[in-house]
């Protein structure tokens, strides 16, 4: 039988939200200690851990047919290759930092200017839209060192908590571009491994929703049903079941988990009660 290949990064955040989802997907993976290829047990699936910013060229060449990498990158790198899914996980942005004295008013302000990055492609593409000229530094890691050695006179880099900028006395003046994780294929992919990609797109599909959705359950009088019921999303319409207590009824649903909090208030104006909240595992639709 044949197996798909899939690449994720060898270390880090996305590393761990990548063997993450492919977990809850039900996929086990027999991975040692640095090991830099691994087995599935039960899903028709090679593992492959690699550097992040080869990954592009891997999958542009066949070497794997798939990978789990953040858009970042095949904005930097592959800018060819199809997003088969977005993942919505390890988000983060690409921006443009200067130190804290600068005093920086608009993008202008870097015109002439030495910009340390590891996205040169990037930069170059976002300079030349807004009309200004810099001398890029390409460098590997530890960008955000660059002005405090006097290497650059800004930066440009990963963006997650912002921590990192703040340690290095740093302020954020540009967002380039919002990333997260996403699913890319190669071009080489052959048809049988297409099959086995859908398969596995159900699979994480079912793993998203879950993870973007509330199972709600709550008490309410009859005489409140139609009202709460209105108020309740739902995925087709909730389910109504009648309580031991004469009048009562039991409401179940499933709620997006960004939209629960809003519409907990009018639940409860509305006579909800016993308003109970859970997690849900895969969702199937």
Not at 5 to 30: H, M, Y
Not at 110 to 116: E, N, P, S, Y
Not at 153 to 174: M, P, Q, R, Y
Not at 212 to 228: F, G, H, M, R, T
Request: charged share 30%.
């Amino acid at each position: 039988m044949s197996k798909i290949k899939i690449a994720i990064q060898k270390s880090g955040r996305l590393n761990e939200d990548s063997v993450q989802i492919l977990k809850d997907c039900g996929i086990s993976i027999d991975n040692g200690k640095d090991q830099l290829k691994a087995d599935t047990r039960n899903f028709p699936m090679e593992v492959m851990f690699l550097r992040n910013g080869d990954i592009p060229q891997y999958l542009r060449d066949g070497v794997v047919d798939i990978a789990i990498i953040g858009e970042n990158v095949l904005i930097e790198k592959g800018t060819d290759l199809l997003i088969q899914e977005r993942l919505n996980f390890s988000k983060c942005k690409v921006s443009l930092a200067v130190p804290k004295e600068f005093e920086y008013n608009s993008i202008k302000d870097l015109d002439g200017k030495r910009i340390a990055t590891s996205y040169p492609n990037t930069v170059n593409e976002y300079l030349k839209k807004k009309g200004i000229t810099a001398e890029l530094h390409q460098i590997s890691g530890s960008v955000e060192i660059a002005p405090n050695i006097g290497l650059a006179d800004a930066i440009c880099d990963i963006v997650s908590s912002g921590s990192t900028l703040f340690k290095n006395n740093l302020k954020e003046v540009e967002v380039m571009l919002t990333s997260e994780a996403v699913l890319a294929v190669s071009p080489k992919i052959s048809e049988e491994n297409k099959e086995i990609l859908e398969k596995l797109q159900f699979r994480i599909k079912s793993v998203l929703k879950a993870r973007a959705s509330k199972y709600v359950l709550l008490n309410a009088p009859n005489d409140k049903i139609e009202n709460i019921v209105k108020i309740l999303p739902g995925m087709r319409s909730p389910t109504v079941l009648p309580l031991a207590e004469k009048g009562w009824s039991s409401i179940h649903t499933v709620v997006e988990k960004n939209k629960f909090w809003d519409i907990l208030d009018e639940l409860k104006e509305e006579g909800a009660e016993g308003i109970l909240v859970c997690p849900i595992e895969k969702m199937v639709l």
